[in-house]
Every structure is written in structure tokens, then in C-alpha cells.
């Protein structure tokens, strides 16, 4: 019970911990005060309303605690407010709390004083969905949502915020609405969906940065003293940072430790800060980037932000990022496709480029039936009339097939693909498409037609990147028309695949709210084909993995990881993507060597492993260019990937070694059910010394008795000699090594 009345210190020295009231509903309770607790068996999310301001004071996020126990402040003296000294929910600006806060409002007069009072709440089973942005979504026993009503009497502004507990994946999930109830406009100028302040503990923390095919480097660092933090000011989540971090204790490893993490369902620019104040406490706050934001909001306007969703383990970080991945592959990802197996496919970027024509193009298709490719991408090149897209300097926005390349257009072409029957076996080879339908050429119809409709400020010039400029899908005409143009594509031919790219960051925007818009009619635009086009195999793409985000994630099963499809770069690359992703959304292409990024030349079999650990395998090359002993390796290959898709779509990821911390880095699929699992081992560099640690495997059960097996060997042994003894493996002396082993429960 709370006492109305009593400071914190008089509070916590009178009653030591706080009791909850026993009203459970679906994982929420709610006690006097009143206070809030969204539990499960592994976790507690904490708050409670403070009697004299009606503020929310956070009190708990974490493992399963029974109770709240207040906290105590210390010597309150000096500059700053009584807000300056409490763990705040929801940090406005103005009242003498001198951290970053959660929502900044300029307000019709000028200032961005806030002053929100907690006005009461609802709870309710399952949870809502958010207008106009992705997000979670589960059913009455799935979770559960509690909002909390706020109000600012000052300005008239009301503020709901939504609290959502997934109790399988020990997650939360958080966002808000403000709705504008005066009578004259303000501005949001800064909105961060999750904002929490931590008690004084020693903190590191691990975010995710890059750049174009050097994206999702792991970077950890200590949580020291002010601000640190790092954001996106790309217009899209970028490969410079990605919108997740986590904050863990200096001894968190993989498998032990505490580890909590923050995810941003957004694909716009954002921003994640950590500052650690005077007091030792630390605030985290994950939303919108205010550099691109400044939202009007006029009289009855309601403004959304994103969701963050944060998970907690206490088994490490991959009990984080086990967490991550079966709760966006079951509660986020809503394609049809999620759960499948992925076919097998070639690409044709890396070996043709765009010199191709009708009958090359069924060649390869040919080509890549023979080899036991059940998918046929073609990728960019294939389009545009007057403008035709023989370089990357023509013809973008101007969706209709080249009559130079396709003289009887895509249904004839399609037609001749799907005639094709992949080897050994009855089944017909897919067709897919690349497009890239947010950008535009200068040198285009679509250009000529509406230069107005491509994103730029006043008479700035319109700066260039990849020789094209961004459409501003901000405008519903916009809009509109890359609905149409799709629609009329997919209409033409029996399309089973798109490739859905984007190659450059937004220059010149109109006003900083543009970007926002901007997203809020991408969104628009992906729901409407996808919604209308279940039955398509939709892939993200953005220069790789620009936007390798799970607000994409809800729409496309499965994104572009990286353009770099070097083995052993794509090993650090996709190691450090399945921290908040699963490997199952990835997608990865062997291609040919020397590799056209690094110039490396690695063996077939290296980076054929490297890319059987995504759910979307396939190859970018010319078969014809391959040598004989290549051509008959892929057969073997490619049936090695499809035994173990299923494991990789659906299992249970354990990355048992990090290629930057060991020579021998390696990971793990483990089905549900711990009957099967499969191994990805690897061998950077040969040595004599060291010699390799013994693998010692995760995620198995250790009463079972498992047969492991690389198809040339096999040994029996009991999961608990696998986990905690380990298996020893003998390396050629070759660098660039690797082994795919499968177990089996017998």
C-alpha cells in the first residue's frame, strides 16, 4: 500500500517495500497509489503515481521482483527541482529536471514548458494496434495493455501512454499518443517512445554501427558520466547506427549476466541516448530524431510515436536476442512467408549487371535451374522506355519494361522462366523482380513529368546520390502512384518475388516533419501491396542493410543483410545483425571470387556456409564463369542448405563464438523441441598454436543423447558432454575453413 503524504525518504523508511495488490489481470496489476506492475515468472516493469505532483516515478524494469522498493534520493540540495532527484516514466521539459526529457513541446506563445499529471488508466487484454506505424501484436493470451492517462492543465494537452507485456519473451513495449485538446497549434520537437531512468549500477553499453557493407559492427563501452548515445540523421535507420542498444553489467557475457535490450520499430531517422546524471542514475531514451521531427499539431490532431520494445534476460545476451527474434518472427512479422522455407535463388546483379537482354536473361535462368535454383531474381536494368535503364543514371521512377531488353514485355519473358524445371526434380522455377520504387533519375519521364514531386528545399539545389533523388512519399500523390506503378507490374506477369530497394539517404528536405511524413506514407504504401499481395515473397533492400529495421520487419519477411558478400566479412556482419534480429530475416548470396567488394578470394564452401545461416540463401554470379569442380559442388550445396533452412527459419540461435573474440567463431540452431540442431563452424586463419578450443554447444537437452554428424563422420554423445565438455574439431591447415554439423536426439 502507498501512504499519500510522505516523501520517498519517509516512505522508504517507514514501509521498506512496497506490497502490490493481488487485481492480476492478464500480467497487470495495480496497487494504491496507485502503482503498476506488469509481471511474469522472469520479469517486473515497475511504477507508481506520486501523490503530491502526480508524476510517474519508475521503480522497477528487470528480473521478477515481488515488490517495489522505494529509492532512495540522497542530499536533494543545489540547482536542481524535486524532478531533478526522482526516476521519472515520462520526463517533460521546463520544471527544473535538467536531464534530456522524454517529449519536448513548443507550445503557440513560445515556450516548451510541460507539466503532464497523471489522470488516470485502462487495462485491457491483448493490445491495439498504432495508427499509421508497425508494431507489435498479440491476442487476449498473448498480452496485455495497460495506458496511462496524463493531462497538462497549462496547455491542454493530453498524453496516453501505452504499456503492452509479451510474458513468453519477457518483453515490453511502450509508446505514446499526445493529442492536442486546446485551441491554438504547438509542435513536438522531441518524442523518445521509451523513456526509463535506472538506479546508480555500473552499466555497459552495445549498439550496433557501420557503414555501407560494413554494417552491424558490435561496439561496447562503459556508461560513463553525461550523455552518450548515437542516432540517425539519414532519413532511414541507416547502416551508420542501427535503432537498437542494450545495457548490460561489465560481466554479462553470451550466455550469463543480466542483459536488457532496446529495439525502435521505425525505419526513419532516430535518435538513442544514455546519460548517466550526477546522482549515478542513468536515463535511456529511444524515439524520433529531433533534428527530424518539429511536428505540427493543430487543434484535435493526435501524434503517435513508434514503439520500442525492450526485452530482459538474465541468461546473457543471447537470452536477449533469443527473446528479440521468436517475439518480431511471432508477434511482429506478419507475412505469410515468416515460418517458411525459403527457396533457393540466383540473382542476377553480380553476373550480368545491366547488360542483358531477354534471351541472356532466360539463360541464366537456366543456368541456375541446372544448378537447383528454384528462384530467379531479376535485378535492376530491366525497365524504362524513353529513358531506358542501361546505366543508373537513367530511367528510375519509370516502371515499365525496356522494349530494347523485352520487346513483347515481362509476361512472355516471365512465362519462359517459369516453363523452366529446376534439376532433379518436378517443380518450376519462380520468377522475381528488383525495384526500387521510392527514388527517381532526374533523367526519367517521372522526373520531366513532376520534378515537384521528388523531396527538396525551396531553391536549394537538389544534390545527387547515385545520380538519382527521393521521392517524397510524403505526398499522397506520391503515394498513389507508387501504389499504381507496383500494382500494375505485379499484374503483367506471374511475379512471386520482390527485391524492394533504396540507394540513398535524404538531402534537402522541406521541413524537418517531412521525414516523419515520409514514413508515415512508406508504411502506407507497403501495407496496401502487401495486404493485397500476401501470396509474394517481399524483400527489403537498401544499399544492404540501410534499413535493416523491424519497422520493415512487420511488412517483408526477410531483408538485404549487406552488400558485402564476402564470407568472412558477412560473418561479422550477421553476427552482430542477430543481436536484435533473427537469422531468419536475413538474407545472404554466395558470390564470385575474387569478391567484388574486397577484392578476398575465399573457397565455395566458406562462403556457401557463411550464407546457409540466413533464411534467404541464394547466389549473385554467372554460372558460365564458374569452374567444373564449382559447378558440381552446388548441387550438394544447395541440398545441405535445404535441410537445414527449417532449422534456421524456425531454431533457436546461439552464437557459441564471436568472429571478432576467436579464430573459431561458430553458432547453432536448435529446434523447439531440442530433437535437431545444426552447427556453423568456421576457421579464420590456420595455426599451429593455439590449438581450437572444444565447441561447446548450447540450447540441447542434457538428459538426450545426440548423433553428430558432417556427413563424412558421426558421433554419439549425451547433450550434457556436448554443453559441458564440448567437441573437439580438426581443422585442415587452410585458412578459411568450415563445417556444418547436424544433430539428432536419438
Avoid at 147 to 152: A, I, L, S
Avoid at 414 to 428: C, F, G, K, L, T
Avoid at 529 to 549: M, Q, Y
Wanted: glycine share 8%.
Amino acid at each position: 500500500m502507498r501512504v499519500k503524504g510522505l516523501t520517498p525518504i519517509a516512505l522508504a523508511l517507514q514501509f521498506p517495500l512496497l506490497s502490490w495488490c493481488q487485481d492480476n489481470v492478464n500480467w497487470i496489476s495495480v496497487g494504491d497509489g496507485p502503482s503498476f506492475s506488469l509481471s511474469s515468472s522472469n520479469i517486473s516493469y515497475q511504477f507508481h503515481v506520486d501523490p503530491s505532483t502526480l508524476d510517474l516515478i519508475h521503480d522497477h524494469w528487470g528480473a521478477y521482483a515481488a515488490e517495489a522498493v522505494p529509492l532512495f534520493t540522497g542530499d536533494v540540495n543545489g540547482w536542481g527541482s524535486q524532478y531533478t532527484y526522482r526516476l521519472r516514466e515520462f520526463p517533460d521539459l521546463g520544471r527544473g529536471d535538467f536531464r534530456v526529457p522524454a517529449i519536448h513541446i513548443q507550445h503557440a506563445d513560445g515556450d516548451t514548458v510541460s507539466a503532464f499529471s497523471y489522470t488516470g488508466h485502462d487495462i485491457s487484454a491483448g493490445k491495439p494496434s498504432l495508427p499509421g506505424l508497425p508494431a507489435t501484436y498479440g491476442g487476449d493470451g498473448d498480452v496485455s495493455t495497460l495506458t496511462v492517462h496524463m493531462y497538462d492543465n497549462y496547455s491542454h494537452i493530453s498524453a496516453d501512454l501505452h504499456y503492452s507485456i509479451f510474458p513468453q519473451y519477457s518483453a515490453i513495449s511502450r509508446s505514446f499518443q499526445i493529442k492536442n485538446q486546446g485551441n491554438q497549434s504547438v509542435t513536438v520537437l522531441g518524442a523518445s517512445s521509451w523513456s526509463i531512468d535506472i538506479p546508480n549500477e555500473e552499466l555497459e553499453m552495445i549498439d550496433l554501427y557501420g557503414d555501407w557493407a560494413a554494417e552491424a559492427r558490435i561496439n561496447r563501452r562503459p556508461v560513463v558520466n553525461g550523455e552518450q548515445g548515437f542516432r540517425s540523421s539519414v532519413g532511414y535507420s541507416s547502416h551508420f547506427h542501427n535503432p537498437f542498444f542494450a545495457l548490460v553489467s561489465p560481466t554479462t557475457t553470451e550466455s550469463l549476466g543480466p542483459a536488457t535490450g532496446y529495439s525502435l520499430v521505425y525505419t526513419g531517422s532516430f535518435a538513442a541516448n544514455v546519460e548517466r546524471w550526477s546522482t549515478g542514475w542513468v536515463r535511456v531514451l529511444l524515439g524520433l530524431n529531433p533534428l527530424h521531427l518539429s511536428w505540427p499539431l493543430a487543434p484535435g490532431e493526435t501524434f503517435t510515436s513508434p514503439e520500442v520494445v525492450s526485452v530482459h534476460s538474465e541468461q546473457g545476451l543471447g537470452g536477449m536476442s533469443r527473446s528479440f527474434h521468436s517475439l518480431y518472427r511471432n508477434h511482429l512479422s506478419r507475412s505469410n512467408h515468416t515460418f517458411e522455407t525459403r527457396p533457393p535463388l540466383l540473382n542476377s546483379w553480380e553476373g550480368l549487371g545491366f547488360d542483358f537482354n531477354e534471351s541472356s536473361m532466360v539463360k541464366l535462368a537456366k543456368d541456375a535451374a541446372g544448378l537447383g535454383c528454384s528462384l530467379f531474381v531479376n535485378d535492376d536494368g530491366w525497365f524504362g522506355t524513353n529513358y531506358p535503364r542501361d546505366n543508373d543514371t537513367l530511367g528510375l521512377g519509370d516502371w515499365t519494361p525496356n522494349p530494347a531488353k523485352f520487346p513483347n514485355g515481362l509476361k512472355p519473358y516471365v512465362d519462359q522462366v517459369e516453363e523452366i524445371i529446376v534439376a532433379n526434380s518436378s517443380e518450376h522455377v519462380q520468377f522475381g523482380l528488383w525495384v526500387e520504387p521510392e527514388m527517381v533519375n532526374p533523367d526519367s519521364d517521372l522526373y520531366s513529368e513532376h520534378p515537384d514531386w521528388c523531396m527538396h528545399a525551396r531553391n536549394h539545389n537538389r544534390t545527387l546520390q547515385r545520380d538519382q533523388l527521393v521521392l517524397n512519399l510524403g505526398l499522397p500523390e506520391v503515394q498513389d502512384y507508387v501504389i499504381t506503378a507496383i500494382e500494375k507490374i505485379l499484374d503483367s506477369a506471374s511475379i512471386k518475388y520482390i527485391k524492394w530497394d533504396n540507394n540513398r539517404g535524404m538531402h534537402e528536405m522541406p521541413s524537418p516533419a517531412a521525414n516523419h511524413a515520409y514514413m508515415l506514407g512508406l508504411y502506407h504504401v507497403i501495407d496496401n501491396l502487401t495486404t493485397a499481395h500476401p501470396e509474394i515473397l517481399w524483400e527489403g533492400c537498401a544499399s544492404g542493410g540501410g534499413r535493416f529495421d523491424p519497422g520493415l520487419l512487420h511488412y517483408w519477411p526477410q531483408s538485404w543483410t549487406s552488400d558485402d558478400t564476402d564470407g568472412l566479412e558477412r560473418l561479422y556482419i550477421q553476427f552482430g545483425t542477430s543481436y536484435p534480429y533473427p537469422p531468419s530475416a536475413m538474407g545472404c548470396h554466395v558470390s564470385a571470387v575474387p569478391n567484388g567488394q574486397v577484392h578476398r578470394t575465399t573457397p565455395l564452401a566458406f562462403r556457401a556456409a557463411v550464407a546457409s545461416m540466413c533464411g534467404s540463401f541464394g547466389f549473385e554470379l554467372d554460372p558460365s564463369e564458374l569452374e567444373q569442380e564449382e559447378l558440381d559442388a552446388i548441387p550438394g550445396i544447395i541440398a545441405k542448405q535445404q535441410q537445414v533452412n527449417p532449422l534456421v527459419i524456425n531454431g533457436d540461435f546461439y552464437r557459441l563464438a564471436l568472429p571478432d573474440k576467436s579464430n573459431w567463431p561458430a553458432a547453432m540452431f536448435v529446434s523447439p523441441s531440442a530433437d535437431s540442431a545444426v552447427v556453423f563452424a568456421f576457421q579464420i586463419r590456420s595455426a599451429l598454436k593455439p590449438v581450437p578450443p572444444l565447441l561447446k554447444f548450447q540450447g540441447l537437452d542434457p538428459d538426450a543423447k545426440y548423433t553428430v554428424s558432417n556427413g563424412t563422420w558421426e558421433v554419439t554423445w549425451s547433450g550434457s558432454t556436448l554443453i559441458n565438455t564440448g567437441l573437439g574439431l580438426s581443422w585442415p591447415k587452410n585458412d578459411y575453413e568450415s563445417m556444418i554439423l547436424t544433430l539428432d536426439r536419438q
